[in-house]
């Protein structure tokens, strides 16, 4: 059975920074793209960055420049830096993976973790 664990999150003051990680685990063969995703509350969820399996990284506007997106394939795990944050980047943060495993191709999504960005 694949599952995604986001870790990382937690209460940071505006300005701070953060790293989410996010671990893969099961009889996987191989993780094309791996992506964060954000819900903060009364939203909807987003796509806040993407990464391929060869380690292109893209992001959404409002986090360019501050979040950078990485991926060890070794590890099957992505992370996610998050500099310079807002108070509007407060939301759940969920890991979202396509992967190849022993029961075929899939995506798959962590349950979350939540960041808030307050003084």
């Known amino acids: 059975q694949v599952q995604l664990v986001e870790s990382g999150g937690g209460l940071v003051q505006p300005g701070g920074s953060l790293r989410l990680s996010c671990a893969a685990s099961?009889?996987?063969?191989?993780?094309?793209?791996m992506a964060w995703y954000r819900q903060g509350s009364g939203k909807q969820r987003e796509l806040v960055a993407t990464?391929?399996?060869?380690?292109?990284?893209s992001y959404v506007d409002s986090v360019k420049g501050r979040f950078t997106i990485s991926r060890d394939n070794t590890q099957n795990t992505a992370h996610l830096q998050m500099n310079s944050l807002k108070a509007e980047d407060t939301a759940v943060y969920y890991c979202?993976?396509?992967?190849?495993?022993?029961?075929?191709?899939?995506?798959?999504w962590g349950k979350g973790t939540l960041v808030t960005v307050a003084a």
């Open positions: 979202y993976a396509d992967i190849w495993s022993i029961v075929g191709r899939s995506t798959y």
């Open positions: 099961g009889r996987i063969f191989g993780i094309y793209d």
């Open positions: 990464i391929t399996g060869g380690g292109s990284p």
